[in-house]
C-alpha cells in the first residue's frame, strides 16, 4: 500500500552537495520516523540519519555536521542534504520509514529501493 521512492543519486564529484529525495505515496498511512541508511561495496547497512515526526535528528559521526536530513510533512517526503562528500561516502542510500496504516495500526518499517552516490576523487 505505501511505497518509497528515492531520488538525488548519481555521480559526484568529491566536496559536492546533492541533495536525496525519498516520498512515500500510497494512501491512508502516517509517517513517523523516517531516516537514511547506506550501504558501500562489501560493507553493512548503517544508519546515516534519522528523523523524528517532530523533527529531533541523530546523525552518524562520519556524516556529523556534513549531512542534513530534513522532512516536509505535507508531502510525506524526507530530505538528506549532503554536502563536502568523500569519496567514503559512496553508498547505495536508503530510504527508511515508520508507517502507521489500517491494517498495522502498530506501524512498520518500510524501506525504499535505494539510489547510488559514487564520489569520485
Known amino acids: 500500500q505505501v511505497q518509497l521512492v528515492e531520488s538525488g543519486g548519481g555521480l559526484v564529484q568529491a566536496g559536492g552537495s546533492p541533495r536525496l529525495s525519498c516520498a512515500a505515496s500510497g494512501s491512508s498511512f502516517s509517517v513517523n520516523t523516517m531516516a537514511w541508511y547506506r550501504q558501500a561495496p562489501g560493507k553493512q547497512r548503517e544508519l546515516v540519519a534519522a528523523?523524528?515526526?517532530?523533527?529531533?535528528?541523530n546523525y552518524a559521526d562520519s556524516v556529523q555536521g556534513r549531512f542534513t536530513i530534513s522532512r516536509d510533512n505535507t508531502k510525506n517526503t524526507e530530505y538528506l542534504q549532503m554536502n563536502s562528500l568523500k569519496p567514503e561516502d559512496t553508498a547505495v542510500y536508503y530510504c527508511?520509514?515508520?508507517?502507521?496504516?489500517?491494517?498495522?495500526?502498530?506501524?512498520?518499517?518500510?524501506w525504499g529501493q535505494g539510489t547510488q552516490v559514487t564520489v569520485s576523487a
Open positions: 528523523i523524528s515526526s517532530g523533527g529531533d535528528t
Open positions: 527508511h520509514a515508520w508507517i502507521i496504516t489500517y491494517s498495522d495500526y502498530k506501524g512498520r518499517e518500510y
